[in-house]
């Protein structure tokens, strides 16, 4: 079965520019997540879709932040204009319902500069 | 609203030392409890989980973490490490059901343990 897939994995840009990245979840998988890692702490969640609804977006700096999953399997998020504080390493996962256990994938690492 | 607290961001010792990382979570339903597992440059590897049943849940690589409803904790052993379980552990809970978390898994800040020859 073939895992989440994210890319790029790395990515490099000045600040007050814009950056995607991009997700493909597992086959079947109706909820797909968006998480922010920044460097010592735990990720948390941007955004949660189940199929393409959002069901969370409550920690989603909208003014800048923006996601979308428009026929319900992979999606895209993206940032407009980026600032430093959003170097982080964005992950991507999934899981086959709600309650269910989360796959992650390998991860887009941002700096920002 | 659920959260996790992680008690020892860092956590050093010797190979073939026995380990716990700590964890206690706080959330006003019934919740699905979590370990996942960091290395260098990767995603996030489930280590185990508990759903329901039995308290003790064996996971992976020789983990294993017992649930204490009372105490609020999942906290995480292994009664001998090896250098390549180095790395950084994350504890995260789920609300299985209802209310305004339903769906949503909360990390920890994550443990960082470090296994020395």
């Known amino acids: 079965e073939a895992g989440v897939a994210q890319s790029p994995r790395y990515k490099i840009i000045e600040k007050r520019q814009s950056v995607a990245f991009w997700c493909n979840p597992i086959?079947?998988?109706?909820?797909l997540y968006w998480y922010q890692q920044i460097l010592g702490q735990g990720p948390k969640l941007l955004i949660q879709?189940?199929?393409?609804?959002?069901?969370?977006d409550s920690q989603l700096p909208k003014d800048r932040f923006s996601a979308e999953r428009l026929k319900g399997v992979d999606s895209t998020l993206k940032i407009q204009p980026a600032k430093l504080e959003d170097s982080a390493v964005y992950l991507c996962?999934?899981?086959?319902?709600?309650?269910?256990?989360?796959?992650f994938g390998e991860g887009s690492r941002l700096t920002v500069l | 609203a659920q959260s996790v607290t992680q008690l020892d961001s860092q956590v050093p010792v010797f190979e073939e030392a026995p380990v716990e990382l700590r964890c206690n979570y706080s959330?006003?339903?019934?919740?699905?409890l979590f370990w996942y597992v960091q290395y260098p440059n990767q995603g996030l590897q489930l280590l185990l989980k508990y759903l329901s049943g039995s308290t003790l849940v064996k996971g992976i690589n020789g983990f294993e973490a017992e649930f204490n409803k009372s105490q609020t904790s999942f906290h995480l052993r292994k009664p001998s490490v090896h250098i390549s379980d180095t790395a950084e552990y994350f504890c995260?809970?789920?609300?299985?059901?209802?209310?305004?978390?339903?769906?949503?898994?909360?990390f920890g800040q994550g443990t960082i343990l470090t296994v020395h020859p």
């Open positions: 086959s079947g998988h109706a909820t």
């Open positions: 996962a999934s899981s086959s319902q709600l309650a269910g256990e989360l796959f």
């Open positions: 995260a809970v789920k609300s299985p059901a209802g209310g305004t978390s339903y769906g949503k898994l909360t």
């Open positions: 959330s006003s339903v019934s919740v699905y």
């Open positions: 879709f189940q199929n393409n609804g959002v069901v969370d």
